[in-house]
C-alpha cells in the first residue's frame, strides 16, 4: 500500500486508488492471497467512482 498523498493510497498490487487507507490495506492484502481483486473492494476506488 502506498501513500500518494494526505487522501490518497494505492494498492501496490493492482494500482488502484483509495481515499480511505483502510479498504486500500484490505485492497492488497486480497490482490496479494488471490492474485485478483475483489469486486467488493474494488467498487471503493476512486477509478470506480
Ligand atoms: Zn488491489
Do not use: T
Request: glycine share 2%; proline share 0%.
Amino acid at each position: 500500500m502506498v501513500k500518494i498523498d494526505d487522501k490518497l493510497y494505492q494498492c501496490e498490487k493492482c494500482g488502484s486508488h483509495y481515499v480511505e487507507k483502510n479498504i486500500a490495506e484490505e485492497c492488497e492484502e486480497f490482490c496479494k492471497k488471490y492474485n485478483a481483486c475483489n469486486i467488493e473492494i474494488i467498487k471503493y476506488a476512486v477509478e470506480n467512482k
